[in-house]
């Protein structure tokens, strides 16, 4: 037997001393309820991981459940701003209050505590990382869904969400380049590693809906990403267009206004 290292995860010894592994999930707020737990992953920033966060976000809502957004995207929060919620998230002696939308979804974001949403966030990894757990662990969700605006790619912070919330599937956003090019390839390993269920691929900015006559114009070979998505075992669930209307209403803080349904089918698979 080599000498100890007292590291258990790093030797394969079996001694009398040999730790089991430790699971690092979080419980949550004691006042809170969560049902279920579904994370937005992208391999990189920009391809409109928080565009689909919201709007499933809104679709499930539309099915009478009670839903939840955590804005786990701290240094590039959007979440409040798609939704016009602009106040600042209080607190009670139990715990932080989510903020409701005007449809009743309860939103969490760093974007509903800083004095001056503006502001950038300049904080490191670990400090980043510890602020996403405590709005799982401190905040009274009182949800049937919770969708979490996961980090972009698969960084340090990723991983500690990923290892602190008990995610009960991710959905992975990411747009023809990416997916023909495998860019979701390490954010499809890491779900493997951490035994997180993929729900499937939402392909965004799939194609251009011509705002005069509705014409959908591929900006990328057609057929591709299908074929790149079963390649790797993922459903694609959803094509979704690069839509100015849609940009708009984000932009305008109206995304409860949505009325295309491109994301129905990720919605009933995890209603299923
Ligand atoms: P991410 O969360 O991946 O960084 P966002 O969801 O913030 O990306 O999207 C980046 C920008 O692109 C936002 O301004 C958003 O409104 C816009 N956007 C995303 N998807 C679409 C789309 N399908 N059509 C039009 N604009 C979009």
């Not at 539309?62 to 979440?79: E, H, K, M, W, Y």
């Amino acid at each position: 037997m080599s000498e100890c290292t007292h590291d258990c995860s790093t030797c394969g010894e079996s001694c009398g001393e040999r730790t089991q592994p430790q699971s690092l999930l979080k419980e949550h707020n004691p006042a809170a309820r969560v049902d279920k737990v579904y994370g937005v992953v992208s391999g990189k920033g920009g391809v409109g991981k928080s565009m689909v966060s919201s709007q499933l976000a809104v679709l499930t809502r539309r099915t009478g459940r009670a839903v939840g957004v955590l804005d786990a995207d701290v240094t590039g929060p959007s979440i409040p701003k798609v939704f016009g919620v602009h106040q600042r998230a209080m607190a009670d002696e139990r715990g932080m209050l989510p903020v409701p939308t005007s449809s009743g979804i309860q939103l969490m974001s760093v974007n509903l505590l800083l004095d001056n949403e503006t502001d950038p966030v300049l904080w490191r990894g670990p400090v980043i990382g510890g602020v996403v757990t405590q709005f799982w662990t401190d905040v009274i969700w009182d949800v049937d869904y919770l969708f979490v605006d996961m980090p972009p790619g698969t960084g340090d912070v990723a991983l500690s969400v990923f290892q602190s919330l008990p995610l009960d599937g991710i959905v992975i956003v990411a747009s023809p380049q990416d997916l023909v090019s495998m860019v979701v390839e390490k954010a499809v390993k890491m779900a493997e590693m951490m035994d997180v269920p993929i729900v499937g691929v939402v392909e965004n900015m799939s194609y251009l809906l011509c705002p005069d006559c509705g014409r959908e114009i591929p900006l990328f070979g057609q057929g591709r990403t299908q074929a790149a998505a079963e390649a790797h075992g993922l459903k694609l669930l959803s094509r979704m267009p690069i839509d100015p209307a849609l940009a708009q209403l984000a932009d305008q803080g109206r995304i409860e206004d949505l009325q295309g349904q491109w994301l129905s089918p990720v919605v009933e698979e995890i209603l299923r």
